[in-house]
Antibody, heavy 123, light 111 residues
Framework: EVQLVDSGGGLVQPGRSLRLSCTAS????????MNWVRQAPGRGLEWLGF??????????EYAASVKGRFTISRDDSRGIAYLQMNSLKSEDTAVYYC??????????????WGQGTLVTVSS | QSALTQPASVSGSLGQSITISCTGT?????????VSWYQQHPGRAPKLIIY???NRPSGVPDRFSGSKSGNTASLTVSGIQAEDEADYYC???????????FGGGTKLTVL
């Protein structure tokens, strides 16, 4: 059974950093692209970025809104994808989801999602 | 403001059909067949129900269908059930600086 487990969320002060993890099971993480999506309280979904599989160079693409502040990486040997978030702002408060990409070269659809992890940015 | 425009809400009685629209641009919805739809119940992660405009993943009931005309994609739910009451989001690949965008979401109420 394919499963994604998001972790690493919590309360963080503005300006600080946080790293989220997405642990995969039931499939080979290295064979797929992985995405991060967030949802602010009471708001809609926002795509943040993705990382291609090693087959396609393991390169990344980001939303313009987070480019330069957020970094996605992967450790295929451990089956974990990461979202490194720097210089956090109050508007980054949201539930963060990892999601498996159904198409590898460009972000397209997301066939499995983690349960989400809540990040609260506040002093 | 979301890159894709959806109605904020739609409603229908049990057994009726409803359609949710998702309007983008020629560099997104109109230019690529990479439109997806997701269903989200309160407090839950989104679930993929349509991909590549009109394809249903295994296990998704065939009362859910998708289509596209020009810059507008549509999700139709035929014979809505009580469990279909949820938020629905469209998404599309785009050739802009942000390659994947979502709509603002549509709340489906089953009367």
């Amino acid at each position: 059974e394919v499963q994604l487990v998001d972790s690493g969320g919590g309360l963080v002060q503005p300006g600080r950093s946080l790293r989220l993890s997405c642990t995969a099971s039931g499939f080979t993480l290295g064979d797929t692209s992985m995405n991060w999506v967030r949802q602010a309280p009471g708001r809609g979904l926002e795509w943040l970025g993705f990382i291609r599989s090693k087959t396609f160079g393991g390169t990344t693409e980001y939303a313009a809104s987070v480019k330069g502040r957020f970094t996605i990486s992967r450790d295929d040997s451990r089956g974990i994808a990461y979202l490194q978030m720097n210089s956090l702002k109050s508007e980054d408060t949201a539930v963060y989801y990892c999601a498996r990409g159904g198409f590898d070269y460009w972000p397209n659809y997301f066939d499995y999602w983690g349960q989400g992890t809540l990040v609260t940015v506040s002093s | 403001q979301s890159a894709l425009t959806q109605p904020a809400s739609v409603s229908g009685s049990l057994g009726q059909s409803i359609t949710i629209s998702c309007t983008g641009t020629s560099s997104g919805v109109g230019g690529y067949d990479y439109v997806s739809w997701y269903q989200q119940h309160p407090g839950r992660a989104p679930k993929l129900i349509i991909y590549d405009v009109s394809n249903r993943p295994s296990g998704v009931p065939d009362r859910f269908s998708g289509s596209k005309s020009g810059n507008t994609a549509s999700l139709t739910v035929s014979g809505i059930q009580a469990e279909d009451e949820a938020d629905y989001y469209c998404s599309s690949f785009t050739s802009s600086s942000t390659p994947l965008v979502f709509g603002g979401g549509t709340k489906l109420t089953v009367l």
